[in-house]
């Protein structure tokens, strides 16, 4: 069959699937693409001609597309993503800090850069970095660092193998993250004969390994030894869909669970065996269990310094039991490694564990300390006010999701509140970026859920600062026609970010708008109206200024057919419920104001806490 190198690629993602316990998917939902020079006359021309079923999507913003990719996969459990491509130049580059996030959130996303000529014939071209030591590179070599492979396709015959590969990459539980597959634009047009084979449906099949026998047999000596046990789950749980084998493992053993940002909603709230957040945005519940317990059980976590509270919230005898599908994450912290799948490793520890139980005062412990959060919670959620407390609109915006929503957020001050105050409907609910805590992620992120999960009521909840780094995405879901509610939260900036320097000893500096200096605005929150500008952008706005008026709103937003911005200011003074957590920020050593001394010596009892162990 003769095609050029972009209609074949086209042609082939096309016909990957994915199967797992019987059940097979699409890898590729669709293709993002912004065209320019580099992939208008490749994979442009290809996506408009093609037969195939690939639907094209237009992003307004490269990083965004990929947020949307990298959501998207989130949302299908890893099972599913999306494909983008982009230009040469400035066009490439700007997905990289989405490629960044992919990765490190472990979650699959084709990336297609174009790139500049393969045969030279014209260089330098357009938006071509020279460099003197090669005529090998360009600006897509960025790219390696942050992409789990890569590969430039300098010649068609080159193209099946890298195909093959990124597949490969993309579809291992245990290797996945951002797969780049530079396409130099003259090498895109080009035609060859190509195998039909290389076209013909192909299922690529998701492993679930098990854990090796004696590794097994370790794991269930040291949990049945274990007096004060907790779970830590984290997102390779909802991956993995093992949230029914974790729910049967901590009733039956009568283990508590705690919950990474990646991880919640593995058990709704509700449960008792239920604990919530845990580490430096967790519930006192999770971090007091996590503090006085003997053995740490992590399931699919990679054991972030939010989870650990830098190191300090683990008591500095405490073993662990690390199952995880990779022996990277199962090596941490020293622990026991478990290599496997979280369903099948949970399910296996549970046969092996047969007979033992935590004590019914351990477990009444657990009760108790649950029960004291959630009344902190009630009364967080209860709070009003002019402007609103931002605990209120996070509990407004819980009661409104229902169980059927799903709650986005990635950067500021509310994924923190959200994790320790957010109560889940269960897997699939939550959805806080905080691998990377990228700003601008949010609405592109929703875009991905919705795109996935189309019968899930989507909440987006993004603050004013991480607004203005992408809101333009309100127009592709305009465009494309898809719903999401984006609660909008205005603080006139900084509430996080701003506290944190004070906290440092770095006086606010480039953290409040009333800053004072030469040329500098001077006069309080600035005279900009980002409810305009969404509806400049062609969203349904609602300015509730209530906290009635704004569940209305919400109710008002759920019912409506197309996007709609909730906007909604909030106090930046008004703080949440404290964690009673520690993060790991550097002070500096010499300061010559009172407030950084005093946040030094802080910082310096705090450091006595931290327990480093040999491992990462």
Avoid at 77 to 93: D, E, K, Y
Avoid at 158 to 165: I, K, T, V, Y
Avoid at 192 to 210: G, N, Q, T
Avoid at 314 to 343: C, E, H, M, P, Y
Wanted: hydrophobic residues 45%; glycine residues 10%; aromatic residues 8%.
């Amino acid at each position: 069959m003769r095609l050029t190198v972009a209609q074949a690629v086209v042609r082939f993602l096309a016909a990957q699937h994915t199967e797992r316990d019987g059940v097979e998917h699409r890898l590729f939902g669709g293709c993002f693409g912004i065209f320019g020079h580099g992939n208008v006359a490749g994979l442009g021309q290809a996506l408009a001609t093609t037969t195939e079923d690939l639907p094209y999507y237009l992003s307004r913003n490269e990083q965004a597309m990929v947020h949307t990719a990298a959501a998207y996969a989130r949302a299908s459990n890893r099972l599913s993503t999306l494909a983008c491509t982009t230009s040469i130049g400035p066009g490439a580059t700007n997905m990289i800090t989405g490629a960044a996030g992919a990765t490190i959130n472990r979650l699959p996303v084709l990336l297609l850069p174009g790139d500049i000529f393969a045969t030279r014939v014209a260089s330098p071209v357009l938006q071509e970095l020279e460099d003197p030591r090669s005529y090998d590179i360009s600006v897509n070599d960025c790219f390696k660092p942050v992409s789990r492979f890569w590969d430039r396709v300098n010649r068609p015959e080159q193209l099946p193998p890298a195909l093959l590969a990124a597949m490969r990459v993309l579809t291992d539980p245990a290797e996945t993250g951002a797969v780049t597959l530079s396409l130099p634009q003259d090498v895109q047009a080009e035609a060859a004969d190509w195998p039909d084979d290389l076209f013909a449906r192909r299922v690529w099949h998701i492993p679930r390994p098990r854990p090796e026998r004696a590794a097994l047999s370790r794991a269930a000596e040291l949990i049945r030894s274990a007096a004060r046990p907790l779970i830590v789950a984290g997102g390779g749980v909802i991956y993995s869909e093992a949230a029914q084998e974790l729910r049967a493992f901590a009733e039956t053993f009568g283990v508590p669970v705690a919950e990474t940002q990646a991880g919640k909603g593995a058990l709704p709230y509700g449960h008792p065996m239920a604990m919530g957040a845990i580490g430096a945005t967790g519930t006192t519940a999770a971090n007091t269990l996590a503090r006085e317990a003997d053995l740490i059980i992590g399931v699919g976590t990679r054991y972030s310094d939010f989870t650990t509270a830098s190191h300090s919230l683990f008591a500095a005898d405490a073993a662990f039991v690390n199952l995880n599908i990779t022996g990277f994450d199962a090596a941490k912290l020293s622990g026991l490694q478990l290599v496997a799948d979280a369903r099948e490793g949970l399910t296996e520890l549970a046969e092996a564990c047969e007979g033992w139980a935590t004590s019914a005062a351990y477990r009444a412990r657990a009760a108790e300390l649950s029960r004291a959060w959630d009344a902190v919670v009630d009364e967080a959620y209860s709070l009003d006010g002019s402007p609103l407390p931002q605990s209120a609109v996070i509990g407004a915006v819980n009661a409104a999701a229902g169980d059927d929503g799903v709650v986005i957020c990635a950067a500021g001050s509310m994924p923190g509140d959200l994790h320790k105050l957010w109560r889940p409907s269960g897997p699939g609910s939550y959805h806080v970026e905080y691998g990377y805590s990228c700003m601008g992620y949010e609405i592109a992120g929703g875009l991905g859920v919705k795109l996935a999960a189309p019968d899930r009521e989507v909440f987006v909840m993004v603050g004013d600062g991480s607004y203005l780094m992408m809101a333009q995405e309100l127009v592709t879901a305009v465009s494309e026609g898809v719903k999401l509610t984006v609660v909008l939260v205005d603080n006139s900036g900084f509430a996080s970010i701003g506290r944190l320097s004070e906290s440092v000893g770095a006086e606010r500096l480039g953290t409040s708008y009333a800053y004072r200096g030469d040329g500098r605005y001077d006069g309080g929150p600035l005279p900009v109206d980002l409810a305009a500008n969404a509806a400049s952008l062609g969203a349904t706005v609602l300015r509730p200024e209530t906290l009635s008026d704004f569940r209305k709103a919400l109710d008002t937003a759920r019912a409506a057919t197309g996007t709609t911005v909730v906007y909604v200011r909030t106090d930046p003074a008004l703080d949440t419920p404290s964690s009673e957590a520690w993060w790991d920020v550097p002070v500096a050593e010499v300061s010559t104001t009172p407030a950084g001394r005093t946040a030094r010596s802080g910082y310096e009892a705090a450091k006595l806490g931290q327990h480093r162990r040999l491992a990462p």
